[in-house]
């Protein structure tokens, strides 16, 4: 099968062009890999959406691993939490995103309670 783009010869059984990775089967809705990429060709929309929606989970876990230094967590913690949260919202069907903004809200939390115990704690030892 000759591809329509570039007139590679390519097997018949094969689904996109060897060569330059255009889709050999117009009528099925498979996903063409090109240079590491798993998206489909046509959803460059969906594929802007899901990269911002990667983006607002990675913003949330950086601010939670940053919430980890000592004096800081005590305002980043909860930032964290209410990121990770909205990020978790908006991410859908991307797993990868789902995961760092859950992870995000358990590092928030966990950086939120200790700080703030230990604040607590450091305060009320005085007496």
Request: aromatic share 8%; hydrophobic share 45%; with cysteine.
């Amino acid at each position: 099968m000759n591809c329509p783009a570039c007139h590679t010869e390519n097997a018949s059984e094969a689904f996109a062009c060897v060569n330059c990775g255009h889709s050999l089967r117009a009528n099925e809705d498979r996903p063409v890999r090109r240079s590491g990429s798993r998206r489909r060709n046509g959803d460059a929309a969906e594929a802007a959406v899901a990269d911002s929606n990667n983006a607002e989970a990675w913003r949330a876990y950086r601010l939670a691993l940053w919430s980890i230094v000592p004096g800081l967590g005590l305002l980043l913690g909860p930032a964290a939490i209410v990121l990770g949260y909205q990020a978790v919202r908006h991410v859908g069907d991307d797993f990868s995103a789902s995961n760092r903004a859950k992870a995000a809200i358990v590092f928030g939390i966990g950086s939120t309670l200790t700080q703030w115990l230990g604040g607590v704690l450091i305060y009320f030892s005085r007496y």
